[in-house]
């Protein structure tokens, strides 16, 4: 099974500041058929289901706001929040989807306004 | 709109066997397959299954392949999921996703995203 281990497990943002999120996969998820990346993104907040944010590792998911970025290639991976709303406090996960299964997640982090 | 609606919360004893349900509205059923997660009290996500209900092709996690049962209903756009022999470890909020992926034939299909979630459903299993 491909791992996913993300870091760092929670981290604390000041409002307007920038949060950075890392996910690095046990085997390269880069998919020989599109050359494009397997990774997804998930935010869930505490009580909900998670929602989609991001996919092919850069696509944000509609409706999604524009301060969230995904990017990286290869085996690492990074989610970028621009400017830290008090909404964006959540956990969040990487997800692969690499042509084998498992579908596999990482542990998540866990994002707080400092 | 899109929605996934999951039935409601479940108390199971070790041994029984507990069945979820997730209806789908808003988009055509048989478009994209159905995954189901799971979720330990304060854990992250893990992916069990995924059923594709155009064909019925399913996939499973291999830790789940024995006891694991999913159907769909094209009819009621509706997918279930039976999970058997439950143990305590098995207590965990149980998600159904609308899965993005393609399928270059029958039996080869390709599981991308989950882009659409039920709301969960908490099982407990406890004596």
């Known amino acids: 099974d491909i791992v996913m281990t993300q870091s760092p497990d929670s981290l604390a943002v000041s409002l307007g500041e920038r949060a950075t999120i890392n996910c690095k996969s046990s085997?390269?998820?880069?998919?020989?058929?599109?050359?494009?990346?397997?990774v997804a993104w998930y935010q869930q907040k505490p009580g909900q289901p998670p929602r989609l944010i991001i996919y092919w590792a850069s696509t944000r998911q509609s409706g999604v706001p524009d301060r969230f970025s995904g990017s990286g290639s290869g085996t690492d991976f990074t989610l970028t929040i621009s400017s830290l709303q008090a909404e964006d406090v959540a956990v969040y996960y990487c997800q692969q989807y690499y042509n084998s299964l498992p579908l596999t997640f990482g542990g998540g982090t866990k994002v707080e306004i400092k | 709109q899109i929605q996934l609606v999951q039935s409601g919360a479940e108390v199971k004893k070790p041994g029984a066997s507990v069945k979820v349900s997730c209806k789908a509205s808003?988009?055509?059923?048989?478009?994209?397959?159905i995954s189901w997660v799971r979720q330990a009290p304060g854990q992250g996500l893990e992916w069990m299954a995924w059923i594709n209900p155009h064909n019925g092709n399913r996939k499973y996690a291999q830790m789940f392949k024995d006891r694991l049962s999913m159907t769909t209903d094209k009819s009621t756009t509706t997918a279930s999921m039976e999970l058997r022999s439950l143990r305590s470890d098995d207590t965990a909020v149980y998600f159904c996703a609308r899965t993005v992926g393609y399928c270059t034939s029958s039996s080869n299909c390709y599981i991308h995203y989950l882009d659409y979630w039920g709301q969960g459903t908490l099982v407990t299993v406890s004596s």
């Open positions: 085997q390269s998820v880069l998919s020989r058929s599109n050359s494009q990346n397997s």
């Open positions: 808003g988009y055509t059923f048989v478009s994209f397959g």
